[in-house]
C-alpha cells in the first residue's frame, strides 16, 4: 500500500483550466505555441506555483521551467517528474499539460504526506516539446540533453526565419544553450505521465497505461520528375504526369502504412511547382511519415514504398527519387516501467502495457537516464485537436501512480 494520500483532483483541474485560459485567441482550439506571447504567460504561472510549493525554481535559457525539491540525501542524484506546457496549434488541454499540473500535484502529495524523499525531485515544464514552423521537436529536452545543436538552432521555417530568431522573440536566449544542458550524474531516473493521444486504453478498460517503447518515425520526401507539356493536344497514353505519380504515392503511403500490426503511413502534403490546369505538371513533392513501435516493421515500410516507387514510375514514365530520415523506436528502460506497474498496483489500479504512437520528451531523457511513462485514456483517442479529453477521475489515478512511482523509485539507490 502507498503511505501517500491520494492526488488532489479539485487543485489539478483548477490548474489545467488555468492554463486553459492562457491561449491564444486567433487560432482555433486551446493554441499556446511554443515562444508565443501565451506560452511564456503560462511558464511565468508555472514557475510562480511551483515558487509557491516552496521549490527552488529557475527558468533556463530555452524556456524550460524547473523546480527543486530537496532530498534528504544531498549526494543522491535527482528523480525528474515533468512535461510540456506547450501546445500545437488547434490543441487541446490535456497534452503535456496533464503531466506538468500533476507532476506539481505529486510535490502537494509528498508535503500533505508528510513524506521526505531522500533522492532530490526535479520538476520540468519542458520548452516547446511540439515543435515549430522551423520543424524542430522536443526543444526544451533537446537542449537539456545537449542536443539542440547549432543546425537545429539555424533551421528555418517557409519565411527564412530561425529557430534560434524564434526564441529569441519569445524572450529566450539561444546563444546560452550550452548552459541549459544537465549532468547526467546529477539525475537518477525520469517519470512522465501523460495523456495517451490513441484509443488502446479505452478500447481496453484502462485507467492507467504503462509505456514499453515509443515509435520510430521513417520520414519521407518524394521528388517526382515528369514532363511539361500542353494539357489540351497531349494524348494521355504518353504522358509523364508528375501530379499523377505522387496520387498514387500517396494511396501507396496509406496501403502500405496498414499492412504491418501497429504501423501507420500519413501523407502531410502534395506540392507541385506548376499549379496550372492548361499544363501537365513537370514535378511533384510528397511528404510522408511511417511509424512503428518496432525497428524492423520500420524498415520493413520503407523498402515496401522503395520498392513501389519505380513501378509508379513506370506507370506514370516518371523519374523519382526518394529521401528518408528515420529516428528509431525507443525502448523505455525495462525496470522502471516494472517499478511503474507496481506503483500503480499499489494505488489500486492494474496498469497496461501500451507503446507510445506520438514521440515524447521521454526519448530525449531515455538517452540521460531510465525513463518511463505513464499513459491515462484519451477519449476516442483523440488528440492534438480541441476535443481533446481525458475525465478527471482518470488524471487522478495518473498522478496516484506517478506519485506512487517517485515514493517506489526513491526508495532504490
Ligand atoms: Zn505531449
Not at 525520469?190 to 504503462?210: D, M, N, R, T
Not at 505522387?246 to 502534403?269: F, N, P
Request: charged fraction near 20%; hydrophobic fraction near 40%.
Amino acid at each position: 500500500m502507498s503511505a501517500l494520500n491520494s492526488a488532489d483532483t479539485q487543485w489539478v483541474s483548477d490548474g489545467i483550466a488555468h492554463l486553459s485560459t492562457l491561449v491564444d485567441s486567433d487560432l482555433p482550439g486551446w493554441s499556446r505555441t511554443g515562444f508565443s506571447e501565451q506560452d511564456a504567460a503560462a511558464r511565468d504561472w508555472i514557475h510562480g506555483q511551483m515558487r509557491a510549493l516552496g521549490l527552488s525554481v529557475s527558468t533556463d535559457p530555452v524556456g524550460n521551467v524547473i523546480g527543486r525539491l530537496d532530498g534528504q540525501d544531498p549526494n543522491a542524484p535527482d528523480i525528474v517528474i515533468g512535461s510540456h506546457s506547450d501546445t500545437v496549434p488547434g490543441g487541446g488541454r490535456f497534452d503535456g499539460i496533464v503531466g506538468v499540473v500533476g507532476a506539481l500535484e505529486v510535490i502537494r502529495m509528498l508535503q500533505r504526506s508528510d513524506v521526505r524523499l531522500r533522492h532530490g525531485l526535479r520538476v520540468v515544464d519542458f520548452s516547446n516539446e511540439e515543435g515549430n514552423p522551423q520543424g524542430v521537436k522536443l526543444v526544451g529536452s533537446r537542449a537539456v540533453a545537449g542536443t539542440l545543436g547549432a543546425q537545429a538552432l539555424g533551421a528555418t521555417d517557409d519565411e527564412g526565419r530561425t529557430l534560434a530568431e524564434l526564441m529569441a522573440a519569445g524572450g529566450r536566449s539561444p546563444e546560452h544553450v550550452a548552459s541549459a544542458r544537465w549532468d547526467r550524474r546529477d539525475v537518477a531516473a525520469y517519470l512522465e505521465l501523460h495523456i495517451e493521444q490513441g484509443p488502446h486504453l479505452e478500447e481496453a478498460g484502462a485507467s492507467v497505461g504503462v509505456v514499453t517503447r515509443v515509435c520510430g518515425i521513417s520520414t519521407f520526401a518524394l521528388e517526382v520528375q515528369g514532363r511539361r507539356d500542353h494539357a489540351g493536344t497531349t494524348p494521355m497514353a504518353t504522358r509523364a504526369d508528375a501530379l499523377c505519380c505522387a496520387a498514387d504515392a500517396v494511396l501507396a503511403v496509406q496501403r502500405i502504412g496498414a499492412s504491418g500490426t501497429d504501423t501507420v503511413g500519413t501523407v502531410g502534403a502534395v506540392t507541385t511547382s506548376s499549379p496550372l490546369t492548361n499544363t501537365i505538371s513537370e514535378d511533384a513533392r510528397v511528404t510522408g511519415e511511417f511509424r512503428s513501435p518496432d525497428e524492423r516493421q520500420l524498415h520493413e515500410l520503407q523498402r515496401a514504398l522503395a520498392q513501389t516507387v519505380p513501378e509508379l514510375d513506370a506507370r506514370h514514365r516518371t523519374r523519382s527519387e526518394l529521401m528518408w530520415k528515420t529516428d528509431v523506436p525507443v525502448v523505455m528502460d525495462e525496470a522502471l516501467s516494472n517499478l511503474a506497474i507496481a506503483a500503480a498496483t499499489n494505488v489500486g489500479h492494474q496498469a497496461l502495457r501500451v507503446y507510445s504512437g506520438a514521440t515524447h520528451d521521454s526519448v530525449e531523457m531515455s538517452a540521460m537516464m531510465p525513463s518511463a511513462m505513464i499513459f491515462v485514456p484519451s477519449r476516442a483517442g483523440r488528440s492534438h485537436c480541441p476535443e481533446e479529453w481525458t475525465d478527471l477521475v482518470d488524471i487522478g489515478h495518473g498522478v496516484d501512480v506517478l506519485a506512487e512511482a517517485v515514493r517506489l523509485r526513491d526508495q532504490a539507490p
